[in-house]
């Protein structure tokens, strides 16, 4: 895989600068791998290839389009143990959680964007219309660091069954995925310029794609502040935009739910991905006369969350991704404890040069503390007790975020909190996660839906034709 180049018109092509940017493991530090860096000229000629091939691509039979990305897929679920081994060396993720998370879940959500683009109704009769779905034409798609195959997968797989034409920017620190679905693309047959792949930094790729007047849709992940100003430069030529950004999510816990399994299912999403994760459950809302009991489970089954070899099945934590990543969360920790907080496991990171940050859960946090308003993006946990339920649904929406949400409690109560929560997406008692189910936010956590049928249409503009 030669990952020195860019894919632009259906072709391996040198970068116009001869720039290049090193790939870092963030477990070992080594240079992994180097790819171009990207610019506007280049950005340029892939948009051109895109809106051409578009001329002629959005007429392509859907079972075509379909057939095309079934051997995508096909290809992509052969080369399954590479993508692991490429995730865990660019993310720095323990082989299981590549695998079991990065990995598995999304050749699955691929798979069921091929079913949903085969039976999608594109035309419905109204009574005296008819309501029509069509291809945006050229997306950018702007894709973040922390899910390097999923981010990917649930923009390029949707576009292109849907009859749009992509450019697509990896992130400048997780590209090398990219590159594996690129292969499977040319590989699977497209034609010439319906996707393009262009590497680079996001101030100059991804400013130039959200800018460029030939570009239609810009789907973006990433943080609140990025997206705010993805957006303000997409929408110097009105384009469509999706967002899917930063999150503060809480899980409430009600009196006589099971909190073992609770706590458990907060510590899987505050501890997976060192916290990287945009909808980790980072609040934890608990009764104050219950307080102890929460802080003794906490503390019971932080434990069982290790560091150790990447490639070790009992491995469940990993480094941070950056050393710009470890300062932010470093930094946090400090301000907790600064702000009053108290530590109940972890704390101040060692600058030791590994990226390494212990689990850390804070309690006797109140709801104006920044550490319980601000996203950290690390292995961090803040306890808020509450008073009464309605204090509890009060706190939860308390946030400029509403990404996701849990709630532990019985059923009945559990699931009325649920519905008051303002979040995209709400997890009850053992509720899991659902491939056919949309994933997106309310308030500061975006725009739009990815996953399901509403992901799907996203990538569609409605026409009505008026006949009868």
Same mark, same amino acid.
């Not at 909190?259 to 994760?277: F, I, R, S």
């Given at each position: 895989? $030669?990952?020195?180049?860019?894919?632009?018109?259906?072709?391996?092509?040198?970068?116009?600068?001869?720039?290049?940017?090193?790939?870092?493991?963030?477990?070992?530090?080594?240079?992994?791998?180097?790819?171009?860096?990207?610019?506007?000229?280049?950005?340029?000629?892939?948009?051109?290839?895109?809106?051409? /091939?578009?001329?002629?691509?959005?007429?392509?039979?859907?079972?075509?389009?379909?057939?095309?990305?079934?051997?995508?897929?096909?290809?992509?679920?052969?080369?399954?143990?590479?993508?692991?081994?490429?995730?865990?060396?660019?993310?720095?993720?323990?082989?299981?959680?590549?695998?079991?998370?990065?990995?598995?879940?999304?050749?699955?959500?691929?798979?069921?964007?091929?079913?949903?683009?085969?039976?999608?109704?594109?035309?419905?009769?109204?009574?005296?219309?008819?309501?029509?779905?069509?291809?945006?034409?050229?997306?950018?798609?702007?894709?973040?660091?922390?899910?390097?195959?999923?981010?990917?997968?649930?923009?390029?797989?949707? /576009?292109?069954?849907?009859?749009?034409?992509?450019?697509?920017?990896?992130?400048?620190?997780?590209?090398?995925?990219?590159?594996?679905?690129?292969?499977?693309?040319?590989?699977?047959?497209?034609?010439?310029?319906?996707?393009?792949?262009?590497?680079?930094?996001?101030?100059?790729?991804?400013?130039?794609?959200?800018?460029?007047?030939?570009?239609?849709?810009?789907?973006?992940?990433?943080?609140?502040? /990025?997206?705010?100003?993805?957006?303000?430069?997409?929408?110097?030529?009105?384009?469509?935009?999706?967002?899917?950004?930063?999150?503060?999510?809480?899980?409430?816990?009600?009196?006589?739910?099971?909190?073992?399994?609770?706590?458990?299912?907060?510590?899987?999403?505050?501890?997976?991905?060192?916290?990287?994760?945009?909808?980790?459950?980072?609040?934890?809302?608990?009764?104050?006369?219950?307080?102890?009991?929460?802080?003794?489970?906490?503390?019971?089954?932080?434990?069982?969350?290790?560091?150790?070899?990447?490639?070790?099945?009992?491995?469940?934590?990993?480094?941070?991704?950056?050393?710009?990543?470890?300062?932010?969360?470093?930094?946090?920790?400090?301000?907790?404890?600064?702000?009053?907080?108290?530590?109940?496991?972890?704390?101040?990171?060692?600058?030791?040069?590994?990226?390494?940050?212990?689990?850390?859960?804070?309690?006797?946090?109140?709801?104006?503390?920044?550490?319980?308003?601000?996203?950290?993006?690390?292995?961090?946990?803040?306890?808020?007790?509450?008073?009464?339920?309605?204090?509890?649904?009060?706190?939860?929406? $308390?946030?400029?975020?509403?990404?996701?949400?849990?709630?532990?409690?019985?059923?009945?109560?559990?699931?009325?909190?649920?519905?008051?929560?303002?979040?995209?997406?709400?997890?009850?008692?053992?509720?899991?996660?659902?491939?056919?189910?949309?994933?997106?936010?309310?308030?500061?956590?975006?725009?739009?839906?990815?996953?399901?049928?509403?992901?799907?249409?996203?990538?569609?503009?409605?026409?009505?034709?008026?006949?009868?």
């Amino acid at each position: 895989m $030669d990952v020195r180049k860019l894919y632009i018109d259906g072709a391996w092509v040198e970068g116009e600068s001869g720039a290049m940017i090193d790939i870092e493991n963030p477990a070992t530090h080594e240079v992994v791998a180097r790819v171009p860096r990207g610019s506007e000229k280049d950005v340029d000629k892939a948009v051109q290839a895109a809106r051409k /091939a578009f001329e002629t691509w959005q007429y392509t039979p859907l079972e075509t389009r379909v057939e095309l990305m079934k051997k995508v897929v096909a290809g992509l679920k052969s080369r399954r143990q590479e993508l692991i081994e490429t995730i865990t060396k660019e993310l720095g993720s323990p082989y299981t959680v590549s695998a079991d998370v990065h990995t598995d879940p999304f050749l699955l959500e691929a798979e069921h964007y091929i079913e949903v683009a085969a039976n999608f109704q594109y035309e419905v009769r109204r009574n005296t219309s008819v309501v029509r779905r069509e291809p945006v034409g050229v997306v950018g798609g702007l894709t973040p660091w922390n899910f390097p195959l999923e981010q990917i997968e649930k923009k390029v797989v949707p /576009a292109l069954l849907a009859g749009n034409c992509v450019v697509l920017k990896p992130s400048q620190f997780t590209p090398l995925t990219a590159y594996i679905l690129t292969e499977e693309i040319d590989k699977a047959g497209y034609p010439q310029g319906v996707f393009n792949l262009v590497t680079g930094r996001g101030g100059e790729v991804g400013n130039a794609l959200s800018l460029h007047p030939d570009v239609d849709m810009i789907s973006f992940t990433g943080s609140t502040d /990025a997206g705010r100003e993805v957006a303000r430069m997409g929408l110097t030529n009105i384009k469509k935009i999706a967002l899917e950004l930063g999150g503060k999510s809480a899980a409430v816990f009600l009196k006589g739910g099971d909190w073992e399994n609770g706590v458990k299912g907060v510590l899987d999403t505050v501890m997976l991905n060192a916290g990287q994760t945009c909808n980790a459950l980072t609040r934890m809302l608990v009764p104050r006369d219950e307080l102890a009991k929460a802080e003794e489970i906490l503390v019971r089954q932080a434990a069982e969350y290790k560091f150790g070899p990447m490639d070790d099945p009992a491995t469940t934590l990993g480094p941070l991704s950056s050393r710009k990543q470890f300062d932010r969360v470093k930094k946090y920790i400090e301000l907790g404890i600064e702000e009053g907080a108290r530590v109940l496991i972890g704390g101040v990171p060692e600058d030791n040069g590994s990226y390494v940050a212990e689990p850390t859960i804070f309690s006797d946090v109140t709801r104006n503390m920044r550490i319980a308003q601000e996203e950290i993006f690390g292995p961090v946990l803040v306890v808020l007790p509450y008073d009464t339920v309605e204090e509890a649904v009060e706190i939860a929406n $308390d946030s400029i975020y509403g990404l996701a949400g849990a709630v532990y409690g019985p059923e009945e109560e559990a699931n009325m909190v649920a519905r008051q929560m303002k979040t995209g997406t709400v997890y009850v008692n053992e509720g899991q996660w659902d491939v056919a189910s949309p994933f997106g936010g309310y308030k500061q956590s975006g725009l739009g839906r990815e996953g399901g049928v509403e992901g799907y249409e996203e990538f569609l503009e409605v026409k009505t034709i008026y006949d009868k």
